[in-house]
């Protein structure tokens, strides 16, 4: 992005910030708490790791209904609509041409804070990935309950498994997130924004076709 006039803008709120960093930091303890029970390795001892699973777990539940709240009456759901076009682009910008110092295909901006890439991630992640890891270690946790709850024609090992596999995918998009998190215009540029809510763009900014128009 050298040789452009650069300006701040303001992309992420204060409760955007807060989310982000409580569910990130909630996240890698479950990870670290979850593959201990599962047997990876040995820090908490297994019964603490349980009982601190299962409690970080029940917090991030709550967390989460109020991210859906907040995105919701803020309208900001509209950032993670995807959209076919320049996601070619984006792709092979990743792919190749970050590598060539060429600029990137698209720009941010308050009304276009993801690229259509960051949408459809976001997007698969908060809708799909994230629910289905939260509602497999619901139901593992209720386990006892099943018959009470008329849940009894579910497979544990199904559901374990799902929790698992659910699991290992979350730490795949959590590498890949944050090497994408050092591809700013310097390495700790995006980590910068995420703290204080400005970020750095170019001057000559031009309006995406995905925008979201919400005022
Ligand atoms: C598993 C835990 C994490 C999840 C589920 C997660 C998820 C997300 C989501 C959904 C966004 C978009 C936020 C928005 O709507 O504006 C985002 C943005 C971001 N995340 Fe994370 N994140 C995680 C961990 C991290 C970590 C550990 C870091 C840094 C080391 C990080 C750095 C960032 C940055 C810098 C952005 C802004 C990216 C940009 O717009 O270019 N995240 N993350």
Known sequence: MSGHNMKKIYLYSKFERFWHWTQAILIMLLMLTGLEVHGVFSLFGFEKAVELHNTL???????????????????????YIPTSKKLFDV??????GIFKGEEHPVQKSRDA????LQRLV???LSAILLPLQMITGLLYWTYND???????FLSLN????????CAYALLA????HIYMTTTGHNITAHIAAMFSGWEEVPADYKAEEWEVHKK
């Open 57 to 79: 777990g029940i917090s991030w539940l709550i967390l989460f209904v109020f991210i859906i709240f907040w995105l919701l009456t803020t309208g900001e759901w509209k950032q």
């Open 91 to 96: 792709a092979m910008y990743y792919a190749s």
């Open 113 to 116: 804070k993801h690229n259509p």
């Open 122 to 124: 976001y997007l698969g």
């Open 146 to 152: 099943w018959a009470a709850y008329g849940l009894d």
């Open 158 to 165: 199904v559901v374990a498994n799902v929790h698992m596999a």
């Open 173 to 176: 998009f959590l590498i890949v």
